[in-house]
T-cell receptor, first 110, second 114 residues
Framework: RKEVEQDPGPFNVPEGATVAFNCTYSNSASQSFFWYRQDCRKEPKLLMSVYSSGNEDGRFTAQLNRASQYISLLIRDSKLSDSATYLCVVNSDSWGKLQFGAGTQVVVTP | ETGVTQSPTHLIKTRGQQVTLRCSSQSGHNTVSWYQQALGQGPQFIFQYYREEENGRGNFPPRFSGLQFPNYSSELNVNALELDDSALYLC?????????????FGSGTQLSVL
């Protein structure tokens, strides 16, 4: 079983709509959680950290459910520029070894 | 721009050859991590260097080795290349090795093994 699992998508989203997707992680001792964004074969870029109480950054909202061991990302008012692969990232160690999911592809259409 | 630079950007090698990939970390960062990303997969952790010492290692064979220099730049060496080593190799730097440190990725080296 993979440590971090994501629905690969693609999620086809009309411009202006809302899209949400989850990722699950297997290690209950995981400490830090992130969403990264990756454009086609470019480097991942940090989108946002995910905090226990949930957090929002503009149109993006992240939630963490420790009991069920999943993280979610919601994108409101989708823009064409939101088209990308969203990587769920979990850190289960006291140092910086990150476990990446395989990514969820989002395609925003006009 | 993250300030993390990798070279070369693209590389073609044949099976059995050796390769060295290079990474310059962002100014002030003392930690470098290397990841391998195969097509359609997420990045997989290879190892991390903190102040010139290996600070942790993922599930990669010993033919994957690395170095970190006093200026905190780093090299990834892969010996006896195999076809499955074809991937995007990403270097990421951070201020320290803690679990909540944000990583800043370079744009990667695309390695093709023929």
């Amino acid at each position: 079983r993979k440590e971090v699992e994501q629905d690969p998508g693609p999620f086809n989203v009309p411009e202006g709509a809302t899209v949400a997707f989850n990722c699950t992680y297997s290690n209950s001792a995981s400490q830090s959680f992130f969403w990264y964004r990756q454009d086609c074969r470019k480097e991942p870029k940090l989108l946002m950290s995910v905090y226990s109480s949930g957090n929002e950054d503009g149109r993006f909202t992240a939630q963490l459910n420790r009991a069920s061991q999943y993280i979610s990302l919601l994108i409101r008012d989708s823009k064409l520029s939101d088209s990308a692969t969203y990587l769920c990232v979990v850190n289960s160690d006291s140092w910086g070894k990150l476990q990446f999911g395989a990514g969820t592809q989002v395609v925003v259409t006009p | 721009e993250t300030g993390v630079t990798q070279s070369p950007t693209h590389l073609i090698k044949t099976r059995g050859q050796q390769v060295t990939l290079r990474c310059s970390s962002q100014s002030g960062h003392n930690t470098v991590s290397w990841y391998q990303q195969a097509l359609g997969q997420g990045p997989q952790f290879i190892f991390q260097y903190y102040r010139e010492e290996e600070n942790g290692r993922g599930n990669f064979p010993p033919r994957f080795s690395g170095l970190q220099f006093p200026n905190y730049s780093s090299e990834l060496n892969v010996n006896a290349l195999e076809l499955d080593d074809s991937a995007l190799y990403l270097c990421a730097s951070s201020l320290g090795g803690a679990s909540d440190e944000k990583l800043f990725f370079g744009s990667g080296t695309q390695l093709s093994v023929l």
